[in-house]
């Protein structure tokens, strides 16, 4: 299987913050991934896919970087809504394998 | 927009059957990957496998001896059985729409291991 590690796991910041999440692949995944924000006792929702590619209605504040095995989420100001928990997804094999999550909290 | 609804019991005795149903509303069941994702308290999304609608299952190798997919497309509906579970297994399940990036998921039903 291919394994995700995301860092930081738990992230403090404020409103306004420009914030960073990395997630990096056991092995060469080109731009098959996804990133997914999820809020407490609701399902996932599709924020980027292809590494970089921004779905539909997510503001742009949200922005996907990387290929290979190293990737970046980055949300260049934070809002209060986007304290949620980031999960990024790998897309080239199956099984399908997420990272271990990162919780943006204040 | 496509919909999807997690029913089944809550609550599962130790080595006994988990079933699930997930009831799709909104679009066809036909010509698209089904998939059930589990989330463990405070764990990361577990993808435990696909159904297509041709039958055509493919499950994580590390749930594969216990887990069963099956579709009904007369109801517009899939099913998830996992066998044997343990405390291990409690978790919220997903159904979801797996077609590449996850666009489509259900709500969640939280499922508890025990006696």
């Known amino acids: 299987d291919i394994q995700l590690t995301q860092s930081p796991s738990f992230l403090s910041a404020s409103v306004g913050d420009r914030v960073t999440i990395t997630c990096r692949a056991s092995?060469?995944?080109?731009?098959?991934l996804g990133w997914y924000q999820q809020k407490p006792g609701k399902a996932p929702n599709l924020l980027i896919y292809a590494a970089s590619t921004l779905q539909n209605g997510v503001p742009s504040r949200f922005s996907g970087s990387g290929s290979g095995t190293e990737f970046t989420l980055t949300i260049s100001s934070l809002r209060p809504e986007d304290f949620a928990s980031y999960y990024c997804q790998q897309l080239l094999n199956y099984p399908r394998t997420f990272g271990q999550g990162t919780k943006v909290e204040i | 927009q496509v919909q999807l609804q997690e029913s089944g019991p809550g609550l599962v005795k130790p080595s006994e059957t988990l079933s699930l149903t997930c009831t799709v509303s909104?679009?066809?069941?036909?010509?698209?990957?089904w998939a059930w994702i589990r989330q463990a308290p405070g764990k990361r999304l577990e993808w435990i496998g696909y159904?297509?609608?041709?039958?055509?299952?493919y499950y994580n190798p590390s749930l594969r001896s216990r887990v069963a997919m099956s579709l009904d497309t007369s109801k517009d509906q899939f099913s998830l059985q996992l066998r044997s579970v343990t405390a291990a297994d409690t978790a919220v399940y997903f159904c979801?729409?797996?077609?590449?990036?996850?666009?489509?998921w259900g709500q969640g039903t939280l499922v508890t291991v025990s006696s």
């Open positions: 979801a729409r797996d077609n590449a990036y996850i666009l489509y």
């Open positions: 092995q060469d995944i080109s731009t098959y």
């Open positions: 159904v297509y609608d041709t039958g055509t299952t």
């Open positions: 909104g679009a066809s069941i036909r010509n698209s990957f």
